[in-house]
């Protein structure tokens, strides 16, 4: 069975910092392109960023420069470092699996809050 | 704003049918059979019911299909169930710049 785990998740100050972190499991974790995405209080789903099995990286213009995804095949495991974070990126942050099909997320975690306040 | 847009809210009686429809551009749903929907229940995790346009993950049953025409997909719920009640929500890939593309999410009210 597909597990993802995150975990990180917290109440940070504009201009701060946090790194989340997601626990892999259940499947082949270094074959497959895992994505982050997020969803805002009462809004919809926004694709943030993704990183292929041989680290090919993608960010969503609104975190690019601010966003760092990361990998490890050997813990498996998932990451993303948010520096200088804004208001607007209070989320619930999944971490997600690519199907391998086309372009879908077949799996998900439970998903990590971020708030961002003074 | 979403890229992707979708009527706010949808509902039906059970046992009936219900069409959801998401609406994109030549850049992303009318260029890609790569659309994917997906179920969100109050306070869970998207679960994946759709993907390139009309298949089905293992698991999710025939009553949910997909379709695309031009710029517009669509989901179809038939023989709406009381379990059916939840957000929608459809996504597209958009090219390598843009990745993938959500829209607003569909509330869906069984009656």
């Keep these: 069975e597909v597990q993802l785990v995150e975990s990180g998740g917290g109440l940070v100050k504009p201009g701060g910092s946090l790194r989340l972190s997601c626990a892999a499991s259940g499947f082949t974790f270094s074959t ?9 209080p009462g809004k919809g789903l926004e694709w943030v ?8 990286i993608d960010y969503a213009e609104s975190v690019k420069g601010r966003f760092i995804i990361s990998r490890d ?15 607007e990126d209070t989320a619930v ?3 997600a699996r690519d199907g391998g099909f086309g372009y879908e997320f077949s799996d998900w975690g ?5 708030t961002v306040s003074s | ?3 992707l847009t979708q009527p706010p809210s949808a509902s039906g009686s059970p046992g009936q049918s219900v069409t959801i429809s998401c609406t994109g551009t030549s ?5 890609y059979n790569f659309v994917s929907w997906y179920q969100q229940r109050p ?12 298949k089905r993950p293992s698991g999710v049953p025939g009553r949910f299909s997909g379709s695309k025409s031009a710029n517009t997909a669509s989901l179809t719920v038939s023989g709406l169930q009381a379990e059916d009640e939840a957000d929608y929500y459809c996504s597209s890939y958009a090219g390598s710049k843009n990745y993938v593309v959500f829209g607003g999410g569909t509330k869906l009210t069984v009656l």
């Design chain 1, 32 to 40: 497959y392109t895992m994505d982050w995405v997020r969803q805002a």
């Design chain 1, 49 to 56: 960023s993704s990183i292929s099995w041989n680290i090919d």
């Design chain 1, 73 to 87: 095949n050997v813990k498996n495991s998932l990451s993303l470092q948010m520096n200088s974070l804004r208001a």
């Design chain 1, 93 to 95: 942050y999944y971490c």
């Design chain 1, 110 to 114: 439970q998903g990590a809050l971020v």
């Design chain 2, 1 to 3: 704003q979403s890229a």
């Design chain 2, 27 to 31: 850049s992303d749903v009318g260029n």
């Design chain 2, 43 to 54: 306070g869970k995790a998207p679960k994946l019911i759709i993907y390139e346009v009309s």
